[in-house]
């Protein structure tokens, strides 16, 4: 009887101690694993770009734009599962002006200067993402012009941001240096410059 006493005893001390004790902790989760899309794959991304300061000769237009991208992954100089090239098939942006509007279409440039997406190892992963933008835009405002004012990119827009994922969720992409705009028909001549673009892809 004496033993069966002390077992209870025991029994007990040891429930109480399950009680008190601390949960035990969850072993930590390894992060996300980071994939680049497969070369050969197409994906459109939604783009906006509120408040693009647009300056046209003497004057300035600030424009809230948004549309997308559609973007074709190609192999690159590195290991495709280090990095891949992204060539533009198509860009629309478009936003809307006090007494007019503002639209972008995309032109034709080099292969050569393809935007990228670069896995950057570390913890967690993250990628680097380079847009490269080759375009025309059309400033329809009679304070600035009677008749609609087209201008191309004189060199290609150069946005870049760092993401999660990819797709991107809406991250930031800045535009690394301004954009001079000319006329085709005078391409020596700077007639515009876009210094500020903030671009939210995704």
Known sequence: MRTTGRISIITCLAALLS?????????????????????????TLKLSAPGTEIKIGAKSVKVDLSGDVVLRVVAGDADPLKAVRLRVLDLNLAGKLPKGDVTIRPIGYDVAAA???????????????????????VVNQPEISPKPIELS?????????????????????????????????????????????????G
């Open 19 to 43: 009680l008190t004790a601390p949960p035990a902790q969850a072993a930590p989760q390894a992060p996300a694993a980071v994939a680049l899309p497969a070369v050969g794959a197409v994906v």
């Open 115 to 137: 935007g990228e997406l670069r896995l950057n190892v570390g913890v967690p992963p993250t990628l680097n993402h380079s847009l490269v933008l080759g375009f025309r835009i």
């Open 153 to 201: 990119s004189k060199d290609v827009a150069r946005l870049a941001g760092k993401l999660k994922t990819f797709p991107p969720l809406g991250d930031l992409h800045q535009l690394q240096d301004p954009v001079d705009l000319i006329d085709d028909a005078k391409p020596s001549v700077t007639a515009g410059v876009i210094a500020k673009l903030g671009l939210k892809v």
